[in-house]
């Protein structure tokens, strides 16, 4: 089993930056994407950005240019940089990993992290 647990979260003014970050850890793994999605209140959960094995990012628009993913890979752990803040970014941020246990394919999720973004 792979989990994935995010830190980072919290409140900022609109203008502010925060970073989050995500770690995965398990027992004989590989990943190949990962990446942020958010979820607002009473809304569909929704892309941020993904990253690949690469280090190819993959941005959804509202976000692009003031949001930027990496990823560690000896550390097994991806980041968002978040940038100009707005109170419309506010929502709890997912990560997300695909990849390779055991021989099957897995898609997991983290437990969330609650951004707020206050103008």
């Known amino acids: 089993q792979v989990q994935l647990v995010e830190s980072g979260g919290g409140l900022v003014q609109a203008g502010g930056s925060l970073r989050l970050s995500c770690a995965a850890s398990?027992?004989?793994?590989?990943?190949?994407?990962m990446g942020w999605y958010y979820q607002a209140p009473g809304k569909q959960r929704e892309l941020v950005a993904t990253?690949?094995?690469?280090?190819?990012?993959n941005y959804a628009h509202p976000v692009k240019g003031r949001f930027t993913i990496s990823r560690d890979n000896a550390k097994s752990t991806v980041y968002l940089q978040m940038n100009s803040l707005k109170p419309e970014d506010t929502a709890v941020y997912y990560c997300?990993?695909?990849?390779?246990?055991?021989?099957?394919?897995?898609?997991?999720w983290g437990q969330g992290t609650q951004v707020t973004v206050s103008s």
């Open positions: 997300y990993a695909e990849g390779w246990t055991g021989g099957r394919h897995y898609e997991n």
């Open positions: 990253i690949t094995i690469g280090g190819t990012p």
């Open positions: 398990g027992s004989s793994f590989s990943i190949n994407t």
